[in-house]
Nanobody, 127 residues
Framework: QVHLAESGGGSVQAGGSLKLSCAASGYPSSSYCLGWFRQTPGKEREGVAV???????DYADSVKGRFTISQDYAKTTLYLQMDSLKPEDTAMYYCVADFPVSPCCYGDAPPSCFNHWGQGTRVTVPS
């Protein structure tokens, strides 16, 4: 059974940094796509970043150069390092997983590509 649990959200001033974590388990190590989505009230969930089992990463254009997705060596925790935060980054952030990896494993993939979701962690960047 896949288990995803996010942590690390909070409030940070514009220009600041925050690192989200996702404790991930129950997915096959041979072929997977892990990622982060975000959602603000009244808007659709949007893809932020993905990481494939072979180490390939991809990002939505809105966060390229500012956000970094990574995974620990044991492959039990997924991270999202967020730098140079902007008020428009304010959202609920969700950890997601899909396996085996599919052509959907790209930065701004639609939510329907991922079958497994965490509960979310809130990030607020006041304007």
């Amino acid at each position: 059974q896949v288990h995803l649990a996010e942590s690390g959200g909070g409030s940070v001033q514009a220009g600041g940094s925050l690192k989200l974590s996702c404790a991930a388990s129950g997915y096959p190590s041979s072929s997977y796509c892990l990622g982060w989505f975000r959602q603000t009230p009244g808007k659709e969930r949007e893809g932020v970043a993905v990481l494939e089992h072979d180490g390939r990463t991809d990002y939505a254009d809105s966060v390229k150069g500012r956000f970094t997705i990574s995974q620990d060596y044991a492959k039990t925790t997924l991270y999202l390092q967020m730098d140079s935060l902007k008020p428009e980054d304010t959202a609920m952030y969700y950890c997601v997983a899909d396996f085996p990896v599919s052509p959907c494993c790209y930065g701004d993939a639609p939510p329907s590509c991922f079958n497994h979701w965490g509960q979310g962690t809130r990030v607020t960047v006041p304007s």
